[in-house]
């Protein structure tokens, strides 16, 4: 396989969100697998610098939402207006009608604007008064809140958090990052304005499929599935991921093992990404959340106690 264009992105990426290899890399996972994605972290840590970095290097149609109140499903998926000259009903597009979304503060939004999103998420198309648009290829949203904030929000259900392939943090630089932020950005310019297109819509298209002849072994796809079973019986857990976080974690590592350059899965591409598949799709116990026990926590723990096969 010739993975020129995955290394290529993957520096380009890199020039936007300094000192985030690990980020970057989650990003690409998620682009590869055709996966949607939540960031979830502070305000002004390059969330949106991110996946408008992203969506120029593919050279792809972008369109950012900012999530407010009052925003309505319409204002997100368009509306049928009646043309009085034809004496019929028109569609007009909404945003949503773009290869990347940038869903800002998602949560901000009234639970009725966020289900909005899940048809397309989940299909690839939109239903305006019966009728159903396909959505461009391919179609992937960043959705992002803050964690700090909560006032005025409304917490995302379960059905939509299932939907996004990985919830990922990107978190403050280091001291040497936040100084290369700083020097590379003295002359005035954006580290946007140095990015350049160098891949088409065909071309994702033709990685993304590559990554579907990834190979994974049965002693992986065994280990897998144990990962996941494993977050139903564990005691802190009351409810446990669906096998949709199974061919989450697998579609994932695949991604994974490809943008390391490898056709083939081994165990560290999927402990590596577990925790940000995983994590958001199990619900802990109330009374395990006041004693600090989180959805991370517990999938690192099962991580340490499910056997890892050697080999690949």
Same mark, same amino acid.
């Given at each position: 396989?010739?993975?020129?264009?995955?290394?290529? *992105?993957?520096?380009?990426?890199?020039?936007?969100?300094?000192?985030?290899?690990?980020?970057?890399?989650?990003?690409?996972?998620?682009?590869?697998?055709?996966? /949607?994605?939540?960031? %979830?972290?502070?305000?002004?840590?390059?969330?949106?610098?991110?996946?408008?970095?992203?969506?120029?290097?593919?050279?792809?149609?972008?369109?950012?939402?900012?999530?407010?109140?009052?925003?309505?499903?319409?204002?997100?998926?368009?509306?049928?207006?009646?043309?009085?000259?034809?004496?019929?009903?028109?569609?007009?597009? +909404?945003?949503?009608?773009?290869?990347?979304?940038?869903?800002? %503060?998602?949560?901000?939004?009234?639970?009725?604007?966020?289900?909005?999103?899940?048809?397309? *998420?989940?299909?690839?198309?939109?239903?305006?008064? +019966?009728?159903?648009?396909?959505?461009?290829?391919?179609?992937?949203?960043?959705?992002?809140?803050?964690?700090?904030?909560?006032? +005025?929000?409304?917490?995302?259900?379960?059905?939509?958090?299932?939907?996004?392939? *990985?919830?990922? /943090?990107?978190?403050?630089?280091?001291?040497?990052?936040?100084?290369?932020?700083?020097?590379?950005?003295?002359?005035?310019? /954006?580290?946007?304005?140095?990015?350049?297109?160098?891949?088409?819509?065909?071309?994702?298209?033709?990685?993304?499929?590559?990554?579907?002849?990834?190979?994974?072994?049965?002693?992986?796809?065994?280990?897998?599935?144990?990962?996941?079973?494993?977050?139903?019986?564990?005691?802190?857990?009351?409810?446990?991921?669906?096998?949709?976080?199974?061919?989450?974690?697998?579609?994932?590592?695949?991604?994974?093992?490809?943008?390391?350059?490898?056709?083939?899965?081994?165990?560290?591409?999927?402990?590596?990404?577990?925790?940000?598949?995983?994590? /958001?799709?199990?619900?802990?116990?109330?009374?395990?959340?006041?004693?600090?026990?989180?959805?991370?926590?517990?999938?690192?723990?099962?991580?340490?106690?499910?056997?890892?096969?050697?080999?690949?």
């Amino acid at each position: 396989m010739d993975f020129t264009k995955v290394r290529e *992105m993957r520096e380009n990426l890199s020039k936007v969100l300094l000192d985030k290899g690990e980020t970057v890399d989650d990003i690409l996972v998620a682009l590869l697998a055709k996966g /949607h994605v939540l960031l %979830e972290d502070v305000p002004g840590v390059g969330k949106t610098v991110l996946v408008k970095g992203l969506s120029k290097l593919l050279g792809c149609k972008f369109k950012r939402i900012q999530f407010t109140p009052d925003l309505l499903p319409s204002d997100i998926t368009g509306i049928s207006i009646y043309n009085q000259k034809t004496g019929e009903f028109e569609y007009k597009k +909404g945003p949503i009608m773009a290869n990347i979304i940038l869903a800002d %503060e998602i949560n901000r939004t009234s639970p009725k604007t966020q289900s909005s999103l899940l048809e397309g *998420m989940e299909e690839g198309q939109v239903t305006i008064d +019966g009728e159903t648009y396909p959505l461009p290829e391919p179609f992937l949203v960043f959705a992002t809140q803050n964690p700090i904030e909560y006032e +005025g929000t409304y917490s995302l259900p379960e059905a939509q958090l299932d939907r996004f392939l *990985m919830k990922c /943090h990107i978190g403050y630089p280091s001291f040497l990052g936040e100084r290369e932020i700083l020097l590379s950005q003295m002359d005035g310019t /954006h580290p946007l304005d140095k990015l350049e297109q160098i891949l088409d819509i065909e071309g994702l298209k033709e990685l993304q499929q590559k990554v579907t002849e990834v190979k994974v072994s049965e002693p992986i796809l065994n280990y897998i599935l144990e990962i996941v079973r494993s977050t139903r019986t564990y005691p802190s857990v009351y409810l446990g991921s669906s096998p949709r976080g199974a061919l989450a974690l697998t579609k994932g590592a695949k991604a994974k093992a490809f943008i390391n350059e490898r056709d083939y899965v081994i165990p560290d591409d999927v402990k590596e990404i577990a925790v940000k598949v995983l994590a /958001h799709r199990i619900i802990i116990k109330p009374e395990e959340v006041m004693q600090g026990v989180t959805g991370e926590k517990v999938i690192e723990d099962i991580l340490k106690g499910v056997e890892v096969p050697i080999g690949r």
